[in-house]
């Protein structure tokens, strides 16, 4: 019977719990990607990060950049273009960068991986409430559709 590596599947658990914290913002806001798919994408990069640091493997890099690659093609699942305004773009750029997270768990960075899960969090919670975009665009003079 295989044995069963303890940090590994703590390792494991820390993405997915990271990914998940910021995929229950994103249900309050309703968004098309919410807690599954962040706990998903989070969990699975650090899990390919960890076997890629598996001494069998010629190239861990190659791995890691595969992954960066697989969620570019999820993202790009997620953007649609609809009545003159692209939407699912946040949502997209988030699970990316949230695949980062995860390779930084993977890879054992877990102070950088916190910080980036926050700064995610920062940027979807707080430049949100803050009207940020509004803001930027007003100052521009430029005239939009505000939700």
Do not use: C
């Not at 658990?13 to 990271?18: C, E, K, N, T, Y």
């Not at 910021?22 to 994408?41: D, H, I, P, Q, W």
């Not at 069998?56 to 273009?81: E, H």
Request: no cysteine; proline share 1%; charged share 15%.
């Amino acid at each position: 019977m295989a044995e069963i590596h303890f940090v590994v599947v703590a390792q494991l658990v820390f993405a997915l719990l990271l990914g998940l914290i910021v995929g229950v913002e994103r249900e309050f806001v309703g968004k098309e990607a919410g807690t599954k798919t962040y706990s998903l994408v989070t969990m699975g990069s650090a899990l390919f990060t960890i076997i890629s640091l598996d001494p069998n493997f010629q190239d861990a890099s190659r791995i890691i950049a595969q992954i960066v690659t697989g969620i570019g093609f999820i993202g790009a699942g997620l953007i649609i273009y609809h009545e003159n305004k692209v939407h699912g773009l946040t949502t997209a750029a988030g699970l990316w960068t949230m695949a980062g997270v995860g390779i930084a768990v993977g890879m054992g960075y877990y102070d950088v991986a916190i910080a980036g899960a926050l700064l995610v969090l920062f940027v979807f919670f707080v430049l949100r409430k803050i009207r940020l975009e509004e803001r930027i665009h007003r100052a521009a003079g430029i005239h939009d559709e505000f939700k």
